[in-house]
């Protein structure tokens, strides 16, 4: 028989072994707790500690953070090796943030046969950033599949900086009919506006200050929504236009699901733009038509 998981409330326990989280998580909630799940790339941030804290907030929830930079989900030429592992750094903010499990595991623990049966995104996975990064979102959703079949949380927590992948996870789990509440959670951004990113770090000082054009852009394009469409994408192109470094993927304004936009009504803008090597992302929540102010998600 295997030895029952050891576990103290409280205390941050690293768990490297898919089986035994799965044990681990399977015995708490046998007591009762809930589990309230945070999956990261790591280098972690002031974006994940809000995920964290927000998670934490649920009553008589255990936190469960995973660190894996998902090799599926990058493409030929961009930056796996290169991205951030900064692990012990990243322990101490899941402690500091009093999560109680951290799952790191190795990428021959969750894709031993490498990985053969996936997970299709369906037609938004080939958009956006789908369009210039193919295969990225089959990549994220099984990556977030195996993680949530491995946890089984009652919560799971994603920041809205990343709004397609959180709209997509959302459509898996209705689409897939899974278990988890999938909970989104608004960009924490830097006093200027830039939207905190662990790829921010591979920014010089010249970059960081064109960087904070995307946030501009899409809180011009918000703030134009009273006029409509058309106003709200000259708005943000403008923006975008007086900072040349920046080399755009795409600019889009879709519905909050990221169908078509409306005429009028809850929309999304959406921008993608690289700086030398580095490519960010940003979007806004806005209300178009109506003669209302746009807001700024
Ligand atoms: N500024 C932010 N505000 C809120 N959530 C965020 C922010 N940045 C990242 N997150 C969320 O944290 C989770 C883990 O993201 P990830 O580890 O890829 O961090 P990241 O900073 O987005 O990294 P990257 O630079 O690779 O995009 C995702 O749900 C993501 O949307
Ligand atoms: C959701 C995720 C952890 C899957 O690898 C990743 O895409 C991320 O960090 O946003
Ligand atoms: N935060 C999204 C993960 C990625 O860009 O690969």
Same mark, same amino acid.
């Given at each position: 028989? =295997?030895?029952?998981?050891?576990?103290?409330?409280?205390? &941050?326990?690293?768990?490297?072994?898919?089986?035994?989280?799965?044990?681990?998580?399977? !015995?708490?909630?046998?007591?009762?707790?809930?589990?309230?799940?945070?999956?990261?790339?790591?280098?972690?941030?002031?974006?994940?500690?809000?995920?964290?804290?927000?998670? =934490?907030?649920? #009553?008589?929830?255990?936190? /469960?953070?995973?660190?894996?930079? @998902?090799?599926?989900?990058?493409?030929?030429?961009?930056?796996?090796?290169?991205?951030?592992?900064?692990?012990?750094?990243?322990?101490? /903010?899941? !402690? %500091?943030?009093?999560?109680?499990?951290?799952?790191?595991?190795?990428?021959? !623990?969750?894709?031993?046969?490498?990985?053969?049966?996936?997970?299709?995104?369906? #037609?938004?996975?080939?958009?956006?950033?789908? !369009?210039?990064?193919?295969?990225?979102?089959?990549?994220?959703?099984?990556?977030?599949?195996?993680?949530? @079949?491995?946890?089984?949380?009652?919560?799971?927590?994603?920041?809205?900086?990343?709004?397609?992948?959180?709209? &997509?996870?959302?459509?898996?789990?209705?689409?897939?009919?899974?278990?988890?509440?999938?909970?989104?959670?608004?960009?924490?951004?830097?006093?200027?506006? &830039?939207?905190?990113?662990? =790829?921010?770090?591979?920014?010089? %000082?010249?970059?960081?200050?064109?960087?904070?054009?995307?946030?501009?852009?899409?809180?011009?394009? %918000?703030?134009?929504?009273?006029?409509?469409?058309?106003?709200?994408?000259? %708005?943000?192109?403008?923006?975008?236009?007086?900072?040349?470094?920046?080399?755009?993927?795409?600019?889009?304004? =879709?519905?909050?699901?990221?169908?078509?936009? #409306?005429?009028?009504?809850?929309?999304? &803008?959406?921008?993608?733009?690289?700086?030398?090597?580095?490519?960010?992302?940003?979007?806004?929540?806005?209300?178009?038509?109506?003669?209302?102010?746009?807001?700024?998600?």
């Amino acid at each position: 028989m =295997r030895a029952k998981p050891s576990f103290t409330a409280g205390q &941050l326990h690293r768990h490297t072994s898919p089986d035994e989280l799965a044990r681990t998580t399977r !015995a708490l909630r046998a007591t009762g707790r809930k589990i309230a799940f945070v999956p990261t790339m790591g280098a972690l941030h002031e974006g994940h500690r809000e995920l964290m804290s927000r998670a =934490r907030r649920i #009553p008589n929830t255990v936190l /469960v953070v995973s660190i894996f930079v @998902n090799p599926l989900q990058f493409g030929a030429g961009e930056d796996f090796e290169r991205y951030p592992r900064p692990l012990e750094a990243d322990l101490e /903010v899941c !402690a %500091a943030e009093r999560a109680e499990l951290v799952f790191t595991p190795e990428r021959e !623990a969750l894709y031993p046969d490498g990985a053969q049966v996936t997970v299709h995104p369906g #037609p938004l996975g080939d958009e956006l950033e789908g !369009a210039v990064r193919p295969g990225h979102f089959a990549g994220v959703l099984t990556v977030v599949a195996k993680l949530f @079949n491995i946890v089984r949380p009652d919560y799971a927590l994603f920041g809205e900086k990343d709004f397609q992948q959180l709209t &997509l996870i959302k459509k898996m789990v209705r689409d897939l009919d899974m278990d988890p509440h999938v909970i989104g959670i608004p960009t924490v951004r830097e006093r200027d506006g &830039l939207a905190k990113s662990s =790829r921010n770090a591979y920014l010089d %000082a010249g970059q960081r200050t064109a960087a904070t054009a995307l946030s501009a852009a899409v809180t011009a394009g %918000a703030y134009a929504g009273a006029q409509g469409a058309q106003a709200v994408l000259a %708005a943000a192109e403008a923006v975008l236009a007086g900072t040349p470094e920046l080399e755009v993927d795409y600019l889009a304004l =879709r519905g909050p699901d990221l169908g078509p936009a #409306p005429d009028q009504g809850e929309a999304r &803008l959406l921008v993608a733009a690289r700086l030398g090597g580095t490519r960010l992302i940003d979007n806004a929540a806005l209300h178009l038509g109506g003669g209302e102010l746009g807001t700024h998600g």
